[in-house]
């Protein structure tokens, strides 16, 4: 290996361990910054210029990213996600009952609005309903991670990778929808009935009925009273931009900008400032796939990984299977959004719509499997630990493995059947 090769890869390797890990020894680096730091030395020491990394950036992607989280951020100062929370919540019954309500709550919520920032809004709320149910809070939070995952899977703007699959792949958003619809239900079926079975001592029938008292605003640090009639033009706007990702090609919009219009009118229409709007945008997470994006083409440049970007696939079944495989083991490794950046080239090579699906479902349900396998199952596991609530890594795995194996077998056959016609 030349010298660009051993600093690509050195650069690589220590990149990602602060990326898995949230950190890096002696250094006041977190996740974000950690592939920030990766990026810029990539182009510090020559493994790619400057010209290039910029080129690098997949703007689409960060553009739709920074719409929807303006769209989000006022959403949430006018207690949208409260709001549905509390009145959906409402109708539980039972603990069983409740688990399935968060359930499919936050797997629709986790479809249009971007899975992290449903995961950090809902965990307080339902941390704060199970202690008034004097409930454990675990079953229904792991309920809440599973769930906000399979469910990003029904949309393009469901997760980052999806998102970024949906732009690179040029797939429409109701035909990506049409596709990972059924799996999602199907996998959301899957996690209630899995976590009924671990937890079972807690969903026994018979389990007297729960009363939810409502929520106030102190109990979820909401800026304004919820209502309606509060947040009525800002819904509009939301589902106004909602429809254009279906209808964007008739119109001749892409997605990114169709988002990018919904938050500058959502900015000019809300009775929040758009000051206070912009602080709650989270800016490192536009920077984190930003960096990732120069490091993934800093590492094709140098040749480091030319095992993995000279894979070959054509659209059959055992192209299906080893796009699974792969998503299973490197999600893990890596994380599902480093990953799918990783083999866009080999992606983009074989030019095949079923396999662009089976790479969206396939590293979105292999992020159920561990804890660092997903964004989101890390946003709600350090959110319920500031709250008090411990998740450790054994009450996450024995039903993520369960879940992921079961979820992930079914939609590998699934898409099988497309890949064959």
Request: proline content about 3%.
């Amino acid at each position: 290996m030349n010298t660009i090769r051993i600093t690509a890869l050195i650069i690589f390797v220590i990149t990602y361990l602060g990326i898995i890990f949230n950190k890096l020894p002696f250094l006041n680096l977190d996740r974000k910054t950690v592939a920030f730091a990766g990026s810029v030395l990539m182009i510090v020491f020559g493994v790619i210029s400057f010209e290039d990394a910029i080129k690098s950036i997949d703007f689409n992607t960060i553009a739709l990213l920074l719409g929807m989280m303006i769209i989000i951020s006022v959403l949430q100062m006018e207690g949208f996600f409260s709001f549905i929370s509390q009145n959906a919540l409402s109708y539980a019954k039972s603990p069983s009952n409740l688990l399935t309500i968060i359930v499919f709550i936050t797997g629709f919520a986790s479809a249009f609005l971007v899975n992290d920032a449903v995961v950090l809004l809902f965990t307080p709320i339902i941390i704060n309903i199970c202690r008034k149910l004097s409930l454990n809070p675990v079953p229904f939070l792991l309920g809440e991670i599973f769930s906000s995952n399979a469910g990003s899977l029904m949309t393009i703007t469901g997760n980052p990778q999806n998102m970024i699959i949906g732009l690179s792949s040029d797939i429409s958003y109701a035909e990506f929808m049409l596709y990972m619809f059924p799996v999602a239900i199907v996998s959301m079926l899957i996690i209630i009935f899995v976590l009924k079975k671990t937890y079972k001592d807690l969903f026994v029938a018979g389990r007297d009925s729960l009363s939810i008292t409502p929520l106030s605003e102190n109990d979820n640090a909401l800026d304004e009273s919820f209502s309606l009639k509060n947040m009525r033009l800002s819904l509009i706007i939301f589902s106004l931009v909602t429809v254009g990702f279906f209808l964007g090609k008739l119109v001749h919009l892409s997605v990114p900008v169709i988002a990018l219009a919904g938050s500058v009118l959502i900015l000019m229409f809300s009775k929040h400032s758009s000051k206070d709007v912009l602080k709650r945008v989270d800016w490192s997470l536009l920077l984190f796939f930003a960096s990732l994006f120069i490091i993934v083409a800093a590492v094709k440049q140098s040749g480091v990984l030319n095992a993995i970007f000279n894979i070959s696939l054509q659209q059959n079944v055992t192209s299906v299977v080893i796009i699974f495989v792969l998503s299973l083991i490197l999600s893990q490794l890596l994380s599902n959004v480093p990953y799918t950046i990783l083999v866009l080239p080999v992606m983009k090579a074989a030019a095949s719509e079923v396999l662009w699906l089976t790479l969206a479902a396939s590293s979105t349900l292999a992020g159920n499997m561990t804890v660092i396998g997903a964004m989101a199952n890390l946003i709600v596991i350090e959110q319920a630990e500031k709250e008090g609530v411990k998740i450790t890594s054994g009450k996450f795995t024995r039903p993520a493995i369960v879940i992921t194996s079961v979820t992930c077998l079914i939609t590998a056959i699934y898409l099988s059947v497309f890949a064959i016609k």
